[in-house]
């Protein structure tokens, strides 16, 4: 699959994941583990397992990650009032 890639495209993925998993690593383990099992049970969850959901994933900062990821790809810098709480950079 990868040997077709192109070189930047593989050096973009790489850059993406970087910046998710310092942005997965703001949670502890606990709710790591409850993400996982959450993204597992999909559409089956009932309202108090979406609004759980939703509180780790605000964890995440979704926002600065992406202004972070937008930022990196970017020629220019971005202005700093996208980035939202803090930026990943």
Do not use: C, Q, W, Y
Request: proline residues 6%; charged residues 35%.
């Amino acid at each position: 699959m990868f040997r077709r890639m192109p070189l930047f495209r593989l050096l973009a993925i790489a850059k993406v994941i970087l910046l998710a998993r310092r942005h997965f690593g703001r949670l502890d383990a606990a709710d790591r583990r409850r993400l996982r099992e959450l993204a597992r049970r999909g559409r089956s969850m009932d309202s108090s397992e979406r609004d759980e959901l939703r509180r780790i994933l605000s964890k995440l900062e979704p926002r600065a990650l992406a202004f972070a990821t937008a930022n990196a790809f970017s020629p220019l810098p971005l202005p700093r009032r996208f980035a939202g709480r803090r930026s990943a950079r």
